[in-house]
C-alpha cells in the first residue's frame, strides 16, 4: 500500500516538476517582454558583482546615444547603461536600489529626459512592466507591483499570463534565444547598446529658444526627483552627476524638455550634485547636426560613437578614471565585447552602403543582428 | 466569480480542502452549503434573496404537498372499510385539489420571478408595438431588470423537484438546509446541468473521503473543460463577434464561417463549463449527470437534442412534453381522428397516433426558445427545432418509403455520414436565430448566406476578423482534437476524455496531461485586457 502511494507522489511530483521547468522556461525567455529594454536590464543583472565603475541611468537617449564597450575600448573603465524606452523618474529609486544590489559604481550618471514628462508618461505601464519582468528581488518588486501596477498583478511575477498570447510577435523568437545565449554566456555582448541605422537624416528646423529660461517640472516629476535625489545622498555613490545627452531643439516639444531640465538642474543642485547639459559640448564631441541624429533626441550610431568617446574623456579628466581592475575572465569578456562592437561598426558601415528601405532599422543584441555581426568578426 | 478567474480556482481550492478537512464526516456537506452560498454571494447580495425565495417557498410546498398525501393515506386506512368508494374518491380527489393548488401557487410564484425578471420587458415591448409605438417608445415602461446568477438552472432545478414530490416520484427533503444544499451547489448554479432531486440531493449529503481515481478523473475533466474554453471558444468568439457586430458589412461566406465557428464556440464553451463543473463535483465525491453526449454526431434533430443539454431535454420532456402529451385533450384529439375517416387511411392513422407527440414537441421547443431568453428570435429558435421535429414524426412513413424506394441501407456508414451532415445544416441553421440581434437579423443572414457567397471577398474578410493565420490554425488543431476525442468517446460509449486516458500507459497519460496543461499556458485567450468572457450559458 505505501509502495502504491510513493510511486503515485512520485507521478505527480515529476510531473508538476516537467510542468514547471517547462513553463518557467517559456516564461525567462519567450512568454515576457524580450524587447532590447529587458535585454539590456537582464544583460547588467548578469555583470559580476562590483565589476561596474560606472552606470549612466535614464531613458532611450541613454542606450541610443552611448556604448559601454566603446567607453571601454576608450578607457579601460567599465561601465553599463541601466537605462530602458521612456523611464521616467517614477522609477528612479527603484533602479538606483537595483543598481546598488550587485554593483558600486564609482560613478553614476543620470540622464535627465525622464523628469520632462507629463502625468501621461509618468506612470507607463510599460515602464512598470519593463522594470519588474527584471527585478529578482522580491520585496522590491513587490512595493512596486503594489504601488504602481495596474494590470493584473499576478502578471507581474507570471509574466506568462500577459506575454503568452504575443508568441507570434515580431523578433520574439530572436530575442528569446538572445536572452537564453545571454544566459548561457553570463554576459552581454552589446551591453546594451541600441544604434540607429536610419539612413535619412533627422530633418532639423531648429527653433530659438532661450537658454536660461525655466520652466516647472509636473509637480508629481518634481515629488519623484526630489526623492531620487535624497536617495542619492545616501546612496554612498563617490560622484553623481546629472546631465543631459545631446538633443535638438526642433519643436515646441523640446523647447519645453529643454526648459524643465533647466529646472530640474535647479532642484538638483539644491541637492549639492550637479548638472551638466552635454549638448553644449557636441561641437568639442565632432556631433553634427542634424547628421549624426537619429531624431530630435537620439544620435545615430555614428553619433552614438562620437558621442560615447567624448563622454569617456570627459569623464575620465573629471573624476580621475582608472582603468577598471577586471579578473582575467572578465579582462576576456570585455575584450570579446569589443570584438563585437568593432564588428558591428564594420557591419553598419556596409549597412550605409547598402541602406534597406526600413528607415527605422536599429542593431542591438538580437539573434539575428548578432548572426550579421558575426559575418564581420 | 467567473470559472476561468484565479478567483474561482482558489475558491475551489480551499473548498475541496475544508471539505475533506473536516473531522466531522457527518456534516461535511454543510462545507458545500457554506461555500454555495459565500459563491453566490460573490456574485451579489440583492441575488440571494432570490434564491432563498426558491429554497424556502419550494421546501414548504414539497413538505406540505407530502403531508398532505401522508394524511390522505392515513386518513383512508383510518376510516377503512367506513367508507363507501365514492366517498374515497370524492375525499381523495379533495386532497389532490389541494395538492394542484399548493403546486401551482409554488411554481406561479417562482415562475412568476423568472418571468418578471426575463420577459417582462420582452412582453412590454411585444404590447408596445402592437399598440403601434416603438418597443421602448410606448404606454408599458421598459424596467431596469437584473437577473439573479443561474435563475433559470435552479428555478427548473427546484420547480422539478416539487412537481416529482407531487407525483410520488421522490420524498420531500425535511430539512431545509439540506435542501438548499441541492438548489445552490456551487459547480453547476451557474449553467447546469439541471439535476434531478433523486439523482443528486443523496450524493451531496453523503459522507465522502477523498479518493484518488476522482480527484484524477475530476482534474482531467476540469482539464479538458479549460482547453475547450480557453483555446477554443474564447478564440472563435472573437471572430464571431466581429462579424455579428455588424454582420451587413461582410458577405455571405463570412457569416457562414460566422456561423461555423459559433457551432464549434458554442459546443467547446457549454461543454466546457460543464466538464469543468463535473470535474469539481467528481473530486468532491459526486456524480453529476451528463449534459454532452457528442451532439454533433446526431442523426436527427431530435437525436441531436437527446444529446444536446440533455438535462433541459429531460426535464421539458418529464414537466412539460408528457403531461401535455398524455393529457386528456390531446388524447381525445388522437382518438377523435383514429375514428373518423380520415384516421381510417394509412397516413390518417399514423398522424392519429402522433399528433400528441409532435404538437408537444413543438410546445416543447417553444418553450425551451423562451429559456433561451427574451426574444422573438429565440421563439424563432425553438419553433425551427420543434417544428423540424414534428416534421420528421408526422412524414416518417414517407422518409421510410423514400429510402426503400432508393434502396437506401439505412444501417450503412455512409447513410449515418448523410444524417450527421444533414442534421448539423438544419442545428446551424437554428444557431443563426442565436447570433443574430433579432429574427429580421437571422432570416437576413440567412438570406445573405444562400445568395452572397464570394470566396475570394469572404477569404480576405475572414482574415480581418480579429484572428491572425496562427488562431486560425491553433483553432483547427482544437478542433481536431476535441474530434477525435468525440470519435474514441462514441466508439468506446464514453463521456470523459479521462476515461479514455486510464486505458494507456503512464507515458502516454503523462504526455497528454502535460501537453494539455502547456497548450493552455501558452494558446488560451486569458491574462490583461481579456475579459473572462462569461460562459454561453451565464446569460440564460
Redesign the interface.
Known sequence: MKRTYIIRLIKIVSLVLVLAVILGLAQRYYMRDTTNNSIRLRGFELEDPHSLDVVVLGASEVYSDFSAVEFYKQTGVTSYPYAYAANPVTFWKYELREILKNQKPKVLLVETNGVVYGEDMLYKEASVRYLADNMECMPEKMELVSEYGTEDKLSYYFPIIKFHGEWQARDRMSNALTLAKMDLRGYSLLKGSFSHTAHKKAEAKHLDYDPEKKRELDPDAEKYLREFLADCQNSGIEHILFVRFPHQITGEKSVRAFERCNRAAEIIREYGFDYVDLDAFCKDAGIQKPEDFHNSDHLMMTGQKKFTDFLAKYLTDRFDLEPTRLSEKQEKEWKECCRYMDACFAYYEDYRKNPTEDDEYVIYEREKDIKEIEKYL | MAFTT?TFFLFTAVVIAVYYLFPVKKYQWLILLAADYVFYLYAGYKFAVFILFTTVTIYLAAIRIESLKLRSKEKIKAEGKSWSREEKKAYKAGVKKKEKTILALALIANFGILVFLKYSNFLAGGINQILGHTADGGPLPMLKLFLPLGISFYTFQAAGYLIDVSRGAVKAERNLLKFALFISFFPQIVQGPISSFGQLAAQLTAEHKPE?IRFKLGLELILWGYFKKLVIADRAVIAINTVTADYTQYTGTTILAAGLLYALQLYADFSAGIDISRGIAQILGIDMVQNFRRPYFATSINDYWRRWHITLGAWMKNYIFNPIAISKLFLGWSKKMKQSGFGKTAAGAHIARVLPTSISSVIVFLVVGLWHGANSKYIAFGLWNGGIIMFSILLKPVFDKMCTALRIRTESFGWRVFRIIRTFILVLVGYYFDIAPGFYGAMDMMRRTLVDQRLSLGKTEIAGLGL?K?DFLILAIGMLIMFVISIMEEKNQIDTPGELLERRS?AVR?AV??IT??MI?????????YDPADFVYMQF
Open positions: 484565479l484518488f491572425g496562427a503512464f503523462f496531461i502535460a496543461v502547456l499556458a501558452f494558446w488560451g485567450i486569458y491574462g490583461p485586457g
